[in-house]
């Protein structure tokens, strides 16, 4: 038997905006925990339990017959969308942090020809701020081991 939900109208004193606090949950309850999954989702999987096989067999039929949905959708499960591509190109050498501002003027010229992506560019970007504060960590970890122990001479 299905139940059909009735909704109603909230009060406008009982709002968030207008009690001061999160009205969502009571205090002490978190919510649903990690990794649970609603009822539509497990509705789903019960159905397709153990058709999963024949499901697949279906699609690929279908797609040998020309039906380019079902063609796409098994080349997408085939070979996934590439997320990121190795980037090759040349760069000055880095030895300390000072080398960085010509490090990244290679980078601006590499995505201003194109053989970079913006997004590929700011990624390097941002490996070589990492790389600039590892470089520089490294210099005050050796400044403060020679200043200690020149002061427990």
């Not at 080349?75 to 000072?98: G, Q, S, T």
């Not at 390097?124 to 200043?147: K, P």
Request: aromatic share 2%.
């Amino acid at each position: 038997m299905l139940q059909a939900r009735v909704s109603t109208v909230t009060d406008a004193r009982n709002t968030p905006a207008n009690t001061g606090r999160d009205t969502r949950f009571k205090p002490g309850n978190p919510g649903k925990p990690k990794g649970a999954r609603s009822r539509a989702t497990v509705a789903a999987e019960a159905l397709l339990d153990g058709e999963a096989e024949g499901l697949t067999r279906k699609a690929i039929d279908m797609a040998l017959e020309g039906d380019t949905v079902a063609l796409r959708l098994c080349l997408e499960r085939l070979v996934p969308p590439r997320k990121d591509r190795p980037l090759a190109f040349d760069l000055p050498p880095i030895n300390d942090a000072k080398d960085h501002p010509a490090v990244l003027a290679s980078v601006l010229e590499a995505v201003a020809g194109g053989d970079l992506t913006p997004t590929e560019g700011q990624a390097f970007a941002g490996l070589m701020e990492q790389h600039r504060r590892a470089i520089e960590t490294a210099d005050i970890v050796g400044r403060l081991e020679a200043l200690e122990a020149r002061n427990t001479k």
